[in-house]
């Protein structure tokens, strides 16, 4: 079946701007992560659900940074007023359930940079 | 809070000789262990994982990794490269009820022919 997919795969966006990533996990896994990654580092927890409860926000690095997953399926990761900081690699990950043992299975990513 | 050092940045080999990635952690709790590898444009992809079953851990493409506690250590090793090996490696860990991964800042593998 289809793995994770992230649209858009590159997002170009003035400062000051907003921003919407996607995720579409696959189908059935019920927990979905999302991380940053910026050059030359691993990626960074930002935040978790499972279904549609957001269960861990602790990674997000302030309140210009929102997610949401309404339905429990797609997911959207949403910044506000844009800044040059920003500037990474956006992943999403999906995991048939919650806790260690699940294996995450990661999209290609989304790379945001702010200009 | 837990926490992954990966030794060398950049790594080099010879088509055929060994590959030894290195990969400390830091954690409270007894953790699972990861070694995810990263191709160009390409998600993070699972080598293999380590849940306190057996120490010695075979993932995919004839890597493997030894788990131990001791040493906090979980070092990636393959005998022999190859080129498609050349990739960026990353260490990973999270705690057994948790649901993060922590990741180290990864390996670049470089396979010289």
């Known amino acids: 079946g289809a793995g994770v997919s992230q649209s858009p795969r590159y997002k170009v966006t003035k400062r000051g701007q907003d921003v919407a990533l996607r995720c579409d996990p696959i189908?059935?896994?019920?927990?979905l992560y999302w991380y940053r990654q910026a050059l030359g580092q691993g990626p960074e927890f930002l935040t978790y659900?499972?279904?549609?409860?957001?269960?861990?926000k602790s990674g997000l690095p302030n309140d210009r940074f929102s997610a949401e997953r309404p339905e429990g399926s797609i997911s959207t990761l949403t910044i506000q007023r844009t800044e040059q900081r920003d500037s990474a690699m956006y992943r999403c990950?999906?995991?048939?359930?919650?806790?260690?043992?699940?294996?995450?299975?990661f999209g290609p990513g989304t790379r945001l940079t702010v200009t | 809070a837990q926490s992954v050092t990966q030794l060398g940045s950049h790594v080099s080999v010879s088509e055929g000789a060994l590959v030894l990635l290195r990969c400390n952690y830091s954690s409270s709790v007894p953790p699972y262990l990861f070694w995810y590898v990263q191709y160009p444009n390409q998600g993070l992809q699972l080598l293999l994982k380590?849940?306190?079953?057996?120490?010695l851990v075979k993932g995919i493409n004839g890597f493997e990794a030894e788990f131990k506690k001791s040493e906090t250590s979980f070092h990636l090793t393959k005998p022999s490269a190859h080129m498609s090996d050349a990739a960026e490696y990353f260490c990973a860990v999270s705690e057994r009820y948790g649901n993060k991964l922590v990741f180290g800042a990864g390996t670049i593998l470089r396979v010289k022919s």
């Open positions: 990950a999906s995991s048939l359930g919650t806790g260690g043992v699940y294996e995450q299975y």
């Open positions: 189908s059935g896994h019920v927990s």
């Open positions: 380590y849940t306190s079953a057996a120490t």
């Open positions: 659900f499972n279904y549609e409860a957001q269960q861990d």
